[in-house]
T-cell receptor, first 114, second 114 residues
Framework: DAGVTQSPTHLIKTRGQQVTLRCSPISGHKSVSWYQQVLGQGPQFIFQYYEKEERGRGNFPDRFSARQFPNYSSELNVNALLLGDSALYLC?????????????FGPGTRLLVL | GQNIDQPTEMTATEGAIVQINCTYQTSGFNGLFWYQQHAGEAPTFLSYNVLDGLEEKGRFSSFLSRSKGYSYLLLKELQMKDSASYLCAVRGRGVTGGGNKLTFGTGTQLKVEL
């Protein structure tokens, strides 16, 4: 079975631009979460979506937004990019209802803002 | 809020045993996860604890004491490929739909030497 997929793998943008990152969850998984990982740090929670509704939001500015589609795939949008937005953006999916509700991560999108 | 502490770096010898500790303070607790992350790659799930005690999975074991806010990951028969960052993450109570928010530590960079 395919794991979590993300696109693009790498992206270079300039300050002030906007970016859209995409994620497809593991087949059958209905919950998608987004994390930002800056070099040398652990991932930081941005959003969780389940059944197309936002179920959790981390401490990120309104420049960050996301949505989930009927097929459970998701997009993360970041507007007015800052240099500090340079990071690895990780998407994780999980299957609600299982005891562990383990989150499985995709390979990430590495964003560089110049 | 949640605060998670783990050592920044550890070094061990191939074939040996290493224990990576994690302490946490949380406003709610709904499970603790350990992930392995090789440089430039996504975190991969290693173990999950929600009740006190030891969970064993091959060369990897994880222990949890909820009353002490403490967990450790034990790696036996170390191999060179075990050189990676090990992330401790706590899941907080809250949103429905599974895949609740994970709060990660900064990770412990393990170096396995000959």
């Amino acid at each position: 079975d395919a794991g979590v997929t993300q696109s693009p793998t790498h992206l270079i943008k300039t300050r002030g631009q906007q970016v859209t990152l995409r994620c497809s969850p593991i087949s059958g998984h209905k919950s998608v979460s987004w994390y930002q990982q800056v070099l040398g740090q652990g991932p930081q929670f941005i959003f969780q979506y389940y059944e197309k509704e936002e179920r959790g939001r981390g401490n990120f500015p309104d420049r960050f937004s996301a949505r989930q589609f009927p097929n459970y795939s998701s997009e993360l949008n970041v507007n007015a990019l800052l240099l500090g937005d340079s990071a690895l953006y990780l998407c994780a999916s999980s299957f609600p209802g299982q005891g562990a509700t383990t989150q499985y991560f995709g390979p990430g999108t590495r964003l560089l803002v110049l | 809020g949640q605060n998670i502490d783990q050592p920044t770096e550890m070094t061990a010898t191939e074939g040996a045993i290493v224990q990576i500790n994690c302490t946490y303070q949380t406003s709610g607790f709904n499970g603790l996860f350990w992930y392995q992350q090789h440089a430039g790659e996504a975190p991969t799930f290693l173990s999950y604890n929600v009740l006190d005690g030891l969970e064993e999975k091959g060369r990897f074991s994880s222990f949890l004491s909820r009353s002490k806010g403490y967990s450790y990951l034990l790696l036996k028969e170390l191999q060179m490929k075990d050189s990676a960052s090990y992330l401790c993450a706590v899941r907080g109570r809250g949103v429905t739909g599974g895949g609740n928010k994970l709060t990660f530590g900064t990770g412990t960079q393990l170096k396995v030497e000959l």
